[in-house]
């Protein structure tokens, strides 16, 4: 499926710790650009920022880790509701799917499963929206088509950003992590040669070691570097979002991070 749309058309903005986080639109997608807000219209690197299942575009994690990058990078980020998620309407397959997973959940059944084929349902319809959202936010002056792009997604983000990033060339390096193996991601994992930096969590509670351990092996990356934290699916410090900030700021800009 290709989406195309004309432009981004700016809905809202606030400015917060110096940074400038603008409601767009592109067509009937919704999402917001964050950018310093000193200089918005300066030309900077971009960074794609995919939500977490059961969140959205503006969620407190996205506003946390898009203030690293734009106050310690000067980066803009993009981040984007999913299908079914912020003001965007459920399909009945979602609801199912959704219902089906808080019941397991309730029960204390494993969730992989489920949470894997629901979250590949979901990236067939994100993929082709994150890439005319990628169009778009080209066609601003501070973003354009020559900057670097890089993507930052976990859990369902990284389920989107595997086949978005194996499809898309213009990205060049991207952080993922904390999801399952599954062989059809696995395979396209290992069409991703840009630089990786993944993140599991050694005593996840729903998903196995050994399965974050073999999605990480998939990539055909040269460059793949993985980040173990001990502690529970929801416990990832926080200072693993600094670490992408340094990590993006080595790939897409000249001369790294400006301490």
Same mark, same amino acid.
């Given at each position: 499926?290709?989406?195309?749309?004309?432009?981004?058309? @700016?809905?809202?903005?606030?400015?917060?710790?110096?940074?400038?986080?603008?409601?767009?639109?592109?067509?009937?997608?919704?999402?917001?650009?964050?950018?310093?807000?000193?200089?918005?219209?300066? $030309?900077?690197p971009?960074?794609?920022?995919?939500? =977490?299942?059961?969140?959205?575009?503006?969620?407190?994690?996205?506003?946390?880790r898009?203030?690293?990058?734009?106050?310690?990078?000067?980066?803009?980020?993009?981040t984007?509701?999913?299908?079914?998620?912020?003001? $965007?309407?459920?399909?009945?397959?979602?609801?199912?799917?959704?219902?089906?997973?808080?019941?397991?959940?309730? /029960?204390?059944?494993?969730?992989?499963?489920?949470?894997?084929?629901?979250?590949?349902?979901? !990236?067939?319809? !994100?993929?082709? #929206?994150?890439?005319?959202?990628?169009?778009?936010?080209?066609?601003?002056?501070?973003?354009?088509? #020559?900057?670097?792009?890089?993507?930052?997604?976990?859990?369902?983000?990284t389920?989107?950003?595997?086949?978005?990033?194996?499809?898309?060339p213009?990205?060049?390096?991207?952080?993922?992590?904390? +999801?399952?193996?599954d062989?059809?991601?696995?395979?396209?994992?290992?069409?991703?040669?840009?630089?990786?930096? @993944?993140?599991?969590?050694?005593?996840?509670e729903?998903?196995?070691?050994?399965? =974050?351990?073999?999605?990480?092996?998939? +990539?055909?990356?040269?460059?793949?570097?993985?980040?173990?934290?001990?502690?529970?699916?929801?416990?990832?410090?926080?200072?693993?979002?600094? /670490?992408?900030?340094? @990590? +993006?700021?080595?790939?897409?800009?000249?001369?790294?991070?400006? #301490?």
């Amino acid at each position: 499926m290709e989406l195309s749309y004309h432009s981004v058309q @700016f809905t809202a903005e606030t400015a917060s710790n110096g940074v400038l986080v603008r409601d767009f639109t592109v067509g009937e997608l919704t999402g917001a650009l964050w950018s310093p807000a000193a200089s918005p219209s300066v $030309r900077a690197p971009l960074v794609l920022m995919g939500h =977490g299942g059961g969140t959205d575009s503006k969620a407190p994690a996205m506003a946390g880790r898009a203030d690293r990058l734009v106050n310690g990078c000067g980066f803009h980020v993009a981040t984007l509701d999913a299908p079914g998620h912020g003001n $965007r309407p459920r399909t009945a397959h979602d609801e199912r799917e959704i219902a089906l997973m808080q019941r397991k959940m309730a /029960s204390g059944e494993p969730v992989g499963e489920i949470v894997v084929r629901y979250n590949a349902h979901l !990236a067939e319809r !994100a993929v082709p #929206e994150w890439l005319a959202t990628l169009d778009a936010l080209q066609q601003l002056p501070e973003i354009g088509t #020559e900057g670097p792009v890089g993507y930052y997604g976990l859990n369902m983000g990284t389920a989107i950003g595997i086949p978005l990033t194996a499809v898309e060339p213009r990205i060049t390096a991207a952080v993922l992590g904390l +999801f399952w193996y599954d062989d059809a991601l696995a395979e396209t994992a290992r069409r991703i040669t840009v630089p990786i930096e @993944f993140a599991l969590q050694w005593d996840d509670e729903h998903i196995p070691r050994p399965s =974050g351990l073999a999605l990480f092996d998939a +990539f055909a990356s040269q460059e793949k570097s993985l980040h173990v934290n001990s502690g529970k699916h929801k416990e990832l410090p926080r200072f693993e979002a600094d /670490s992408a900030a340094h @990590f +993006f700021a080595r790939h897409l800009t000249v001369n790294g991070l400006t #301490e």
